[in-house]
């Protein structure tokens, strides 16, 4: 039997479509639910009673709560959902592949989008190398994402509509054997609230001598993005460097992990002198508002004057500052709508924070 296990935080807009796409399935659905402050679990207890709730007094991040799910399931195989998944296939299906290949610890099934589209760079990667770690930190994937080492480590070579055994599935979605993720401990909780949780798991499963299986005759669809909706701008910088540095302590030697911490400092400077032009459109825009008149406005008069954006900054109310970086779409949905985008300002702080975590160390 499939034990499903979820993490939700601040999940209740998502659930429900992950929740009805498995009432069918027959298999046990254990959730447990981070202190959601939006009443996830207050709506999960009432509208899918069958669900096995777990509410955590507080955010105990991914893998803690993934731990904690598994240890309360009773399936000889975890499978490990995000809320924002959907399931188009049958999970019995998905056991038997297990079942077919003894020799398979884990399988992924493909993930589309909305559109039905392959989330191909996504779905599935191979297990980092420090020039990935390194060409991700200086920006050069996003800069020339056909180069070499994109196309090895996003998997941009591999045929995603065969099977095939593979390094490092989207933990996502992620179906593991009991035994063996029991066997290798489980997710390491020291990675936290989330972020290469996954990576290190299937690592640690692979060192076992295991193999791990794309699966995409079964097809699951995937929002991406939920998890980091509700993080700020400078805590998911300093959540995905601070996991990386642990993940590179962890199985690469101290000199890689030097190699990897100069070029932390070194993107963290290249993103600090992108920001400068938006940082200096700014500062002219608040250096050419007037000053306050101070006049006396009767007190019924002020409070029936309708607020203008006139007296603000430009970046205030312009959804495209000249001379900053342009967010992508899939960006601008994590982040919020483009008000909500972080000011230049913002992101240098987030920058030079998680510059700090080179001389910190990773906790």
Same mark, same amino acid.
């Given at each position: 039997?499939?034990?499903?296990?979820?993490?939700? #935080?601040?999940?209740?807009? +998502?659930i429900? +479509?992950?929740?009805?796409?498995?009432?069918?399935?027959?298999?046990?659905?254990?959730l447990?639910?981070?202190?959601?402050?939006?009443?996830?679990?207050?709506?999960?207890?009432?509208?899918f009673?069958?669900?096995?709730?777990?509410?955590?007094?507080?955010?105990?991040?991914?893998?803690?709560?993934?731990?904690?799910?598994?240890?309360?399931?009773?399936?000889?195989?975890?499978?490990?959902?995000?809320?924002?998944?959907?399931? +188009?296939?049958?999970?019995?299906?998905?056991?038997?592949?297990l @079942?077919?290949?003894?020799?398979?610890?884990?399988?992924?099934?493909k993930?589309?989008?909305?559109?039905?589209?392959?989330q191909?760079?996504?779905?599935?990667?191979?297990?980092?190398? =420090?020039?990935a770690?390194?060409?991700?930190? !200086?920006?050069?994937?996003?800069?020339?994402?056909?180069?070499?080492?994109?196309?090895? #480590?996003?998997?941009?070579?591999?045929? +995603?509509?065969?099977?095939?055994?593979?390094?490092?599935?989207?933990?996502?979605?992620?179906?593991?054997?009991?035994?063996?993720?029991?066997?290798?401990?489980?997710?390491?909780?020291?990675?936290?609230?989330?972020?290469?949780?996954?990576?290190d798991?299937?690592l640690?499963?692979?060192?076992? &001598?295991g193999? @791990?299986?794309?699966?995409p %005759?079964?097809?699951?669809?995937?929002?991406?993005?939920?998890?980091? %909706?509700?993080l700020?701008?400078? %805590?998911?910088?300093?959540?995905?460097y601070?996991? !990386?540095?642990?993940?590179?302590?962890?199985h690469?030697?101290?000199?890689?992990?030097?190699?990897?911490?100069?070029?932390?400092?070194c993107?963290?400077?290249?993103?600090?002198?992108?920001?400068?032009?938006?940082?200096f459109?700014?500062?002219?825009?608040?250096?050419?508002? /007037?000053?306050p008149?101070?006049?006396?406005?009767?007190?019924?008069?002020?409070?029936s004057?309708? =607020?203008?954006?006139?007296?603000?900054?430009?970046?205030?109310?312009?959804?495209?500052?000249?001379?900053?970086?342009?967010?992508?779409?899939?960006?601008?949905?994590?982040? &919020?709508s483009?008000?909500?985008? /972080?000011?230049?300002? %913002?992101?240098?702080?987030?920058? !030079?924070?998680?510059?700090? !975590?080179?001389?910190?160390?990773?906790?």
């Amino acid at each position: 039997m499939i034990s499903v296990i979820i993490v939700t #935080y601040n999940s209740r807009d +998502h659930i429900g +479509h992950c929740l009805e796409s498995l009432k069918n399935s027959g298999q046990e659905i254990v959730l447990v639910d981070n202190a959601s402050a939006d009443g996830t679990s207050d709506w999960v207890r009432h509208a899918f009673s069958t669900v096995k709730l777990i509410a955590a007094p507080k955010n105990l991040g991914f893998a803690a709560a993934a731990n904690l799910g598994a240890r309360h399931s009773s399936g000889t195989a975890l499978l490990f959902l995000n809320p924002d998944v959907v399931c +188009h296939g049958s999970l019995a299906s998905l056991e038997q592949v297990l @079942i077919n290949f003894p020799d398979v610890v884990a399988l992924a099934p493909k993930l589309v989008d909305s559109e039905g589209r392959t989330q191909i760079g996504f779905n599935i990667r191979r297990l980092p190398t =420090p020039a990935a770690l390194i060409f991700e930190i !200086l920006l050069l994937n996003r800069l020339f994402p056909r180069n070499t080492v994109n196309r090895n #480590y996003r998997c941009l070579d591999l045929n +995603h509509d065969l099977p095939a055994e593979v390094e490092q599935p989207a933990g996502a979605c992620l179906l593991v054997r009991r035994e063996s993720f029991e066997g290798c401990g489980g997710f390491d909780e020291g990675f936290f609230p989330l972020w290469f949780e996954d990576v290190d798991l299937c690592l640690r499963l692979r060192r076992q &001598g295991g193999k @791990i299986l794309f699966w995409p %005759e079964i097809c699951f669809q995937h929002a991406g993005g939920h998890s980091v %909706e509700s993080l700020t701008f400078s %805590e998911r910088q300093v959540y995905w460097y601070r996991n !990386l540095l642990y993940y590179v302590q962890k199985h690469f030697p101290w000199k890689t992990g030097v190699m990897i911490r100069v070029a932390l400092l070194c993107g963290a400077g290249l993103r600090v002198v992108a920001e400068l032009p938006g940082l200096f459109t700014v500062w002219q825009d608040r250096s050419r508002e /007037p000053a306050p008149t101070h006049r006396n406005v009767p007190e019924s008069q002020s409070s029936s004057v309708a =607020p203008t954006t006139a007296h603000l900054p430009r970046r205030a109310v312009s959804r495209n500052l000249p001379g900053t970086p342009a967010f992508t779409p899939a960006q601008l949905n994590a982040l &919020g709508s483009p008000a909500t985008a /972080p000011a230049p300002s %913002e992101r240098v702080r987030a920058y !030079l924070k998680a510059a700090k !975590l080179c001389f910190l160390g990773w906790k």
